[in-house]
T-cell receptor
Framework: DVKVTQSSRYLVKRTGEKVFLECVQD?????MFWYRQDPGLGLRLIYF???????EKGDIPEGYSVSREKKERFSLILESASTNQTSMYLC??????????????FGPGTRLTVL | AQSVTQLGSHVSVSEGALVLLRCNYS??????LFWYVQYPNQGLQLLLK??????LVKGINGFEAEFKKSETSFHLTKPSAHMSDAAEYFC???????????????FGKGTHLIIQP
């Protein structure tokens, strides 16, 4: 059974702080993703990674960076948190596949509030 | 580019009534289609998916969806709503045949399903 875990369910930070969100998956998946979820906007892709040390920008990468030093772990970094980054952050993973059947497995989410 | 449209940000049905959540997609190649459900304060859970083969797909919790290529639709249905079905539902599409699926899914904006007692 695939398990994706996120380091915190709820997080409160102050404007300007550096914030780390951690995600770990236990199924040896190659692909990992970070999304943010906002009411009325659905899920928007921030960054993804298809291999260790590899990363690609998604639709809304501004203000974020990522790190993937180990296959099972994918970190999202907010270099200087701002109030407009208050959101629900979802991590997901999927195996490498040759067709587009790329079902993703999601973590429980981290609700981040920036004051 | 692929896109997903979910008609109705909120849908309200009575307990025991038919549930119908609409999803239309655009894709330049045959798509792979997914429905996910999100219960309050939780991550997304896969309900069902269409890849190839039978166009009527059955999922968990009594849900099913039918892929209609001519209508570019993948509507989600359940014959009889239950209170426990109250949640947010997301339709998603993937058309990537390259990159091992790494470029991810495109999601609709979600439909909040409300069940009236």
């Amino acid at each position: 059974d695939v398990k994706v875990t996120q380091s915190s369910r709820y997080l409160v930070k102050r404007t300007g702080e550096k914030v780390f969100l951690e995600c770990v998956q236990d199924m040896d998946h190659e692909n990992m993703f970070w999304y943010r979820q906002d009411p009325g906007l659905g899920l928007r892709l921030i960054y993804f990674s298809y291999d260790v040390k590899m990363k690609e920008k998604g639709d809304i990468p501004e203000g974020y960076s990522v790190s993937r030093e180990k296959k099972e772990r994918f970190s999202l970094i907010l270099e200087s948190a701002s109030t407009n980054q208050t959101s629900m952050y979802l991590c997901a993973s999927s195996p490498f596949i040759s067709q587009g059947n790329n079902e993703q497995f999601f973590g429980p989410g981290t609700r981040l509030t920036v004051l | 580019a692929q896109s997903v449209t979910q008609l109705g940000s909120h849908v309200s049905v009575s307990e025991g009534a038919l549930v119908l959540l609409r999803c239309n997609y655009s894709s330049s190649v045959p798509p792979y289609l997914f429905w996910y459900v999100q219960y309050p304060n939780q991550g997304l859970q896969l309900l069902l998916k269409y890849t190839t083969g039978a166009t009527l797909v059955k999922g968990i919790n009594g849900f099913e969806a039918e892929f209609k290529k001519s209508e570019t639709s993948f509507h989600l249905t359940k014959p009889s709503a239950h209170m426990s079905d109250a949640a947010e539902y997301f339709c998603a599409v993937s058309e990537s045949g390259v990159g091992g699926g790494a470029d991810g899914l495109t999601f609709g904006k979600g439909t909040h399903l409300i069940i009236q007692p």
